[in-house]
T-cell receptor
């Protein structure tokens, strides 16, 4: 079955600390992977995506993610978290033939302590 | 570029009435649009895929007669929740895939539907 798992429902980090949000996927075809951020009551903003090539991808707001095929993972990282990063983060997977049709993980709520 | 506008952002309606949500691609053509539903503090679940000029494809378990989707042009798809009930209250988000670039879909800002 196709699925995306974000093992951490809620994460709290101190401002300035590093961050890693985990994402594991199960997908029958070549996966195309995305990370989105959602502020309360808002739509989704794309942070970064992986289609092919370099497995370390850079995104907006200082985020990066690394695709590890052997581990079926696509973890999101940021070296130094800012208070404005507090939000809900979603990992998603799609197929090249239909990258708009996405399977989302459950989401991880990030709280940032001053 | 690649802006998707969703309207309204919030709507309250009475049980038994119908409500229409619009999803527009403002600066690109979208042959395909997608409608998702998000329950409070949960993930997004794909409801249906909307193709311009043809019938929508609904995901398993989604009532097509309740959630009417129309994609009459390359820049507009509508979702109509018919005979709404309180359990239909949710956050509805659309996305649109750029027909030219085709590498990703862009999301609207969502519509908060409350049925009272």
């Amino acid at each position: 079955a196709q699925s995306v798992t974000q093992p951490d429902i809620h994460i709290t980090v101190s401002e300035g600390a590093s961050l890693e949000l985990r994402c594991n996927y199960s997908y029958g075809a070549t996966p195309y992977l995305f990370w989105y951020v959602q502020s309360p009551g808002q739509g989704l903003q794309l942070l970064l995506k992986y289609f092919s090539g370099d497995t370390l991808v850079q995104g907006i707001k200082g985020f990066e993610a690394e695709f590890k095929r052997s581990q079926s993972s696509f973890n999101l990282r940021k070296p130094s978290v800012h208070w404005s990063d507090a939000a809900e983060y979603f990992c998603a997977v799609g197929a090249l033939s239909n990258t708009g049709k996405l399977i989302f993980g459950q989401g991880t709520t990030l709280q940032v302590k001053p | 570029g690649a802006v998707v506008s969703q309207h309204p952002s919030r709507v309250i309606c009475k049980s038994g009435t119908s409500v229409k949500i619009e999803c527009r691609s403002l600066d690109f053509q979208a042959t395909t649009m997608f409608w998702y539903r998000q329950f409070p503090k949960q993930s997004l679940m794909l409801m249906a895929t909307s193709n311009e000029g043809s019938k929508a494809t609904y995901e398993q378990g989604v009532e097509k007669d309740k959630f009417l989707i129309n994609h009459a042009s390359l820049t507009l798809s509508t979702l109509t929740v018919t005979s709404a009930h309180p359990e239909d209250s949710s956050f509805y988000i659309c996305s649109a895939r750029d027909a030219v670039r085709g590498t990703e879909a862009f999301f609207g800002q969502g519509t908060r539907l409350t049925v009272v």
